[in-house]
């Protein structure tokens, strides 16, 4: 381009070559024919090297864009090129400006217009927005679990190299080394579970669907296919729930899938720990964030965009799903309920519950036959809690919602095995997934006022 413009050629932004000096030669003129004629020839070796200069340019950009979309998860998060995850992470976006891969465009907050606009991709789109921008594409919901759990991990391993290279700064600004160091526990907890499962069976397999490494961290996790599963649950977790109790998180809804295996009649069960929200922390002194409806509040939004995506992502037939809120994590649930356009789960499942926010079943925008309600006889959070400040005790008659027969101990027991198998507390939290009738006990207590579990001052 530069030598043309040198000869006294004009260059366009496209490449496009003309000759504005013989624009007002006399065409009759031999002197003026020759200078045309060779102008012209000039003109067309010009428009010749710069065709052939922009066609070397969009195959290199072409073939680095095919490049960089082959550099997938498993390149990065490959053991024996692990050392260099972070080194590639930053080489990707620093190609990506120069091949003009844009970012994604992605309608996050609408799950069924990110789904429909995924479904348009190319496959080599797919792999590029993929490979490009795993924390954007994994915390998508709306998208294939298997396309956020690809790229969930690879984000994973980068952070967790960023942090191992001494480099967390470029991905954390801020941070501190105190809150680094947290940050790589939680990621060490998560890639050591996930790892652990790589070699589970079929429908046990662990799809990660969300992650955040910050403060308690916070973990999204399927076992089993959700997107092809016949009957989907979920399980919300309560009080003092951080990236370390993740693993006991992943036992409880193993226990929860087998239980509704058992129950389904061969249709498929897959579960998932829902931690996508900062649980808050009580103890011995300090019941502050535990004692308000703040914590759920907050959650709620999210929860609701989750069941959204997830109903957006399945194939075929909808899935049958059920949301379990167990302590706080019930309070959660009857947030995302109460609010919005309400929840979109088929039932909806309290275990060991403070209160749901509200003073009826109705309140929660669905058939009060669809809200169940398990509460232990010894569950001491549950009993001396409910009816304060976190809503009305979901057990009473008043409530409208069903229980079910809890036969196991204490706060944390619903998920334990009886002597011959499974409890009746797990069996039927399974019956409800599977979305099978679950054996019933009275509802307990009276009517009572509205504003009767509400304690002035906190």
């Known amino acids: 381009m530069r030598r043309a413009e040198q ?27 020759q200078i045309i004629a060779d102008r012209s020839a000039l003109l067309g070796e010009h428009r010749a090297a710069i065709d052939e200069a922009l066609a070397a340019a969009h195959k290199a950009s072409n073939d680095g864009a095919r490049a960089l979309a082959e550099l997938n998860g498993d390149i990065l998060t490959d053991p024996l090129s692990r050392d260099a995850a972070a080194e590639s992470a930053r080489d990707v976006k620093n190609a990506m400006k120069a091949v003009g891969v844009q970012a994604p465009q992605i309608p996050s907050d609408d799950p069924k217009a990110a789904a429909d606009w995924w479904k348009a991709l190319s496959p080599e789109e797919r792999q590029t927005y993929t490979t490009l921008y795993p924390r954007q594409i994994g915390a998508t919901d709306g998208l294939p679990s298997d396309v956020r759990d690809d790229a969930n991990r690879t984000a994973l391993a980068q952070e967790m190299n960023l942090i191992q290279e001494g480099n967390w700064d470029e991905g954390f600004p801020g941070d501190t080394d105190e809150t680094v160091n947290r940050r790589l526990s939680n990621l060490q907890v998560l890639n050591d579970r996930l790892e652990a499962a ?5 429908g046990k397999e662990l799809y990660l669907l969300g992650y ?40 409880r809804i193993d226990r929860l899938q087998s239980a509704a295996e058992s129950r389904s009649n061969g249709e498929s069960v897959a579960m998932i720990t829902w931690l996508g929200y900062d649980a808050p922390e009580a103890s011995a002194t300090d019941f502050t964030s535990v004692g308000g409806t703040g914590r759920a509040e907050e ?16 194939d075929g037939s909808p899935s049958h799903t059920t949301v379990i809120g167990h302590s706080y994590g019930s309070t959660v649930v009857g947030a995302a309920a109460a609010g919005g356009s309400g929840l979109g789960a088929d039932d909806v499942v ?5 209160g749901m926010t509200v003073d009826e079943a109705e309140d929660l925008q669905m058939d009060p036959e669809h809200v169940w309600v398990g ?32 036969d196991t101990h204490g706060h944390s027991g619903y998920w334990d095995s009886g002597p011959y198998g ?9 019956a409800i997934i599977a979305g099978r009738q679950p054996t019933e006990v009275p509802k307990e207590g ?12 906190l």
């Not at 000869?7 to 024919?33: E, I, K």
């Not at 599963?229 to 919300?236: M, N, Y």
């Not at 959650?299 to 399945?314: C, E, K, N, T, Y």
């Open 7 to 33: 000869d006294g050629f004009d260059v366009d932004n496209d490449g496009w070559v003309s000759d504005p000096t013989t624009s007002g030669l006399p065409r009759q003129d031999p002197d003026a024919q």
């Open 198 to 202: 790589d070699a589970a069976p079929r």
């Open 350 to 354: 309290a275990v060991g519950s403070p």
């Open 212 to 251: 955040d490494s910050k403060d308690d961290g916070r973990a999204i996790i399927a076992m089993g296919n959700p997107d092809t599963a016949a009957h989907t649950g979920i399980l919300v977790p309560g009080t003092n729930t951080n990236m370390d109790a993740v693993p006991g998180q992943l036992e």
């Open 299 to 314: 959650a709620a939004p999210d929860l609701r965009q989750f069941v959204a995506g997830s109903h957006a992502a399945h």
């Open 375 to 406: 509460t232990a006889e010894d569950d001491a959070v549950a009993n001396n809690t409910s009816d304060y400040t976190l809503g009305r005790d979901p057990t009473l008659g008043g409530f409208g919602g069903n229980n079910f027969e809890v």
């Open 422 to 430: 499974p409890s009746e507390s797990l069996d039927n939290q399974g």
């Open 446 to 457: 009276s009517e009572m006022p509205p504003d009767a579990y509400i304690v002035p001052g």
